[in-house]
């Protein structure tokens, strides 16, 4: 029988390798990781990471020495020492390349059923840059801090003790939004389209599978669909249309790899009017039916 991995469990890639268990120093419990990667460790990890893939959970790195370049919705950046990145469910990444051989980092990894569970509304101001600016640079006295926040959190993972992992990953997002999306954005400072933008994409990200209209999501912004479609449209390239259709594919994939829904379960939760109009959304994108592609996964 096919062992069907948990949706929720970090370890579990949904575009089909695994996170990276096995490396010395990792402390994970269901669904949040925390890692502290070296050099060898992350020359290694390489190999098992796609080429190209859309991130599985919403992840923190910190680099606290040497540097790495990134792709991270198609754009390319060079995170060095004192830098760090946030990345949530969906943004589509590229393998790392051309790593320092002396680059020294934190990864904290957390599904969308952990930051669920926090049952906060994260700070405005962090996911809004996040999805325009996914990096940052910091003094070293900040990066300090973040190390510390993670220290911790390898603690309180590694006793089970998912509460007190809740509070601190809290705290810890908390702290960024103060000292690192209010910094950035003193010195490279948001345009209102990149704003909106980022907001947009948050929206979509928390209510994808509830609402498929771009009217809805205006509407949550106070403004025209055609107003937001442009602003999506100019920043990021692609149109809000697409922005939206490329979540619910993902959180598709996501379900029909990593659970044993039916189909019809797996169109209601996404919001669609029946499995037909599902498959037909499905089809469109992946040129396979939910089914095939939930076959071709189990090979």
Not at 40 to 49: H, K, L, P, W
Request: charged share 20%; with cysteine.
């Amino acid at each position: 029988m096919q062992h069907i991995p948990d949706e929720n469990n970090i370890l579990t890639d949904y575009s089909g390798f695994k996170w990276m268990s096995f490396i010395p120093g990792e402390t994970s419990v269901d669904d949040i990781s925390v890692m502290k990667i070296s050099t060898t460790q992350g020359r290694f990890a390489s190999y098992i990471i796609p080429e190209n893939f859309n991130a599985p959970t919403y992840c923190i790195q910190i680099i606290t020495s040497g540097f790495m370049h990134a792709d991270i919705n198609h754009q390319h950046y060079k995170v060095e020492t004192n830098g760090g990145f946030l990345t949530t469910p969906d943004f589509l990444m590229g393998r790392p390349k051309d790593t320092d051989n002396h680059v020294e980092l934190y990864c904290l990894a957390l599904s969308r059923k952990f930051m669920q569970d926090m049952n906060i509304q994260f700070p405005l101001s962090l996911i809004s840059y996040v999805y325009v600016h996914p990096t940052w640079q910091m003094s070293s006295q900040k990066t300090q801090r973040s190390v510390q926040y993670m220290e911790l959190l390898r603690e309180v993972v590694a006793e089970n003790n998912r509460e007190a992992a809740l509070l601190l990953v809290n705290s810890f997002f908390h702290y960024l939004s103060g000292e690192v999306a209010h910094d950035m954005t003193i010195m490279t400072a948001m345009s209102r389209n990149e704003e909106i933008t980022g907001r947009f994409m948050h929206l979509v990200d928390t209510y994808c599978e509830q609402q498929h209209s771009l009217d809805w999501y205006a509407d949550q912004l106070c403004l025209s669909t055609r107003y937001v479609a442009n602003t999506v449209k100019e920043t990021l390239g692609m149109t809000a249309s697409a922005c939206l259709e490329r979540a619910l594919m993902q959180r598709a994939k996501t379900l029909l790899y990593t659970t044993n829904k039916s189909i019809q379960e797996i169109a209601d939760q996404l919001g669609f009017q029946n499995q037909s109009h599902f498959g037909t959304f499905f089809k469109r994108h992946e040129s396979i039916s939910p089914a095939a592609f939930r076959k071709n996964s189990s090979k």
